[in-house]
């Protein structure tokens, strides 16, 4: 009579601990699957750290770079200006237009300046000329050399050594003593303001009406150039042929960003170029005619 209640507890015994046996690989493998997400989510968060870290070092990288080159940049015109470079107030400008006055009013710079070529070419023999305007930033020398397809000085500083602000320089195809019909001159648009940056402000009459002309030093010549026209353009329009006709001429002047009381020229062109950001491959150039003037004389 025992033995069937016996019986029962046993079957029940043995179907509990089945029952058991069978919820713990079920409970193991649940938490396994925890643990194997938990893994995936901690290699995946740091994966993005690591990544997100690798852009922050890459990007203070080149801001250093940046900014070291545009000091080193800015150090080495600073020098050069030192020592080749020298204020003048003329007494009588011969040759030029006398209806400025020519002479630098307390805090800006004077309106000529003279240029040592001798030493200046025989440390940088790459040097044919030097671009001068008052009070507008533009105070640089101009190289050319035929290496690298002309462009050798696009990302090198006057010395050779790599810089992202490059140095100003003359299409290697024009003559190196300015004489060609167009002289193609190029230059960066630094958002730091340096190099050909300050050209962009020709955009506007009133930086025109500040600043009409430039002028263009040469080992042999100094060339006053008057500004007639400045205009958005691209990167391979007529504007870069080497000999300009007077119709194209009398189209930059109508489509120019300033009016000028200059007219047609019918001189040689210097034309200054940088990059523009109105379309791709834009660019915007200054022109201007040079007009062959005398070394002035100093009034000290």
């Not at 167009?182 to 190099?195: E, S």
């Not at 007219?263 to 170029?273: A, F, V």
Request: hydrophobic letters at 30%; proline letters at 5%; charged letters at 20%.
């Amino acid at each position: 009579m025992n033995d069937r209640p016996n019986g029962r507890r046993e079957e029940r015994g043995a179907h509990s601990r089945q029952e058991r046996m069978q919820s713990r690989p079920a409970g193991r493998s649940e938490r396994s699957r925890r643990n194997g997400k938990h893994k995936n989510g901690k290699v995946l968060y740091y994966g993005v750290l690591v990544l997100l870290l690798a852009v922050l070092v890459f990007s203070s990288v080149k801001i250093i770079s940046y900014v070291a080159e545009k000091k080193a940049s800015e150090r080495n015109q600073r020098e050069l200006i030192d020592q080749v470079v020298t204020p003048v107030t003329p007494s009588k400008p011969d040759n030029a237009d006398n209806s400025k006055d020519n002479t630098a009013t307390a805090g800006s710079e004077p309106d000529y300046i003279t240029v040592d070529f001798d030493a200046l070419q025989a440390k940088y023999p790459d040097v044919v000329g030097w671009l001068y305007c008052a009070n507008t930033g533009l105070n640089y020398p101009i190289v050319q050399t035929a290496e690298e397809g002309g462009e050798y000085y696009l990302y090198r500083d006057i010395d050779g050594s790599s810089n992202k602000n490059g140095t100003v320089f003359l299409d290697w195809q024009c003559s190196s003593n300015f004489t060609s019909q167009n002289n193609l001159v190029y230059g960066h648009n630094m958002k730091t303001g340096r190099m050909f940056a300050p050209i962009v402000k020709y955009r506007d009459q009133s930086f025109y009406d500040a600043h009409p002309y430039m002028y263009l030093y040469t080992p042999n010549q100094l060339y006053k150039v008057n500004l007639f026209a400045g205009m958005v353009t691209p990167h391979d329009s007529t504007v870069y042929s080497y000999s300009l006709s007077t119709d194209y001429i009398n189209e930059c002047i109508a489509n120019s960003t300033f009016k000028s009381n200059v007219g047609t020229p019918t001189g040689n062109i210097l034309t200054l170029s940088t990059c523009a950001y109105d379309f791709d491959n834009a660019r915007y150039v200054v022109m201007g005619e040079m007009v062959p003037i005398d070394w002035p004389s100093s009034g000290n």
